[in-house]
């Protein structure tokens, strides 16, 4: 079972974290970071700027505003140069060049 972490805790982690969970058995959701009280079925863990980096952890950006996510993830990959964000990709999705397009990394699709 794969272990999440998501970064951002608007609506964008809750319907992600729906998803995933619909894929019994597949991943563990440990819960989130967000600097603002979301209310949402995740686990808070605390602020951004609180994350420590693990080895072996799924970390998805889940913040939908381009500008904002684009700075996080800047000052994310700074703190820490060996972080991952991971790509998901719902399993309904019917995507023509798979391979091409998952050599990006941090993508949400959900479902068609």
Do not use: C
């Amino acid at each position: 079972m794969k272990k999440v972490i998501f970064i951002g805790g608007k609506g964008l982690s809750t319907q992600v974290a729906t998803w995933m969970l619909l894929e019994k058995n597949k991943y563990k959701i440990i819960g989130l970071y967000d600097d603002y009280k979301s209310s949402t079925m995740l686990k808070n863990l605390g602020k951004i700027r609180d994350l420590k980096y693990k080895k072996n952890i799924i970390y998805i950006l889940a913040i939908g505003d381009p500008f904002l996510r684009k700075r996080i993830y800047l000052n994310l990959k700074k703190k820490f140069p060996k972080i991952i964000f991971s790509n998901y990709v719902h399993p309904s999705d019917l995507i023509y060049n798979k391979k091409k397009l998952l050599n990006n990394k941090g993508l949400i699709i959900g479902p068609n």
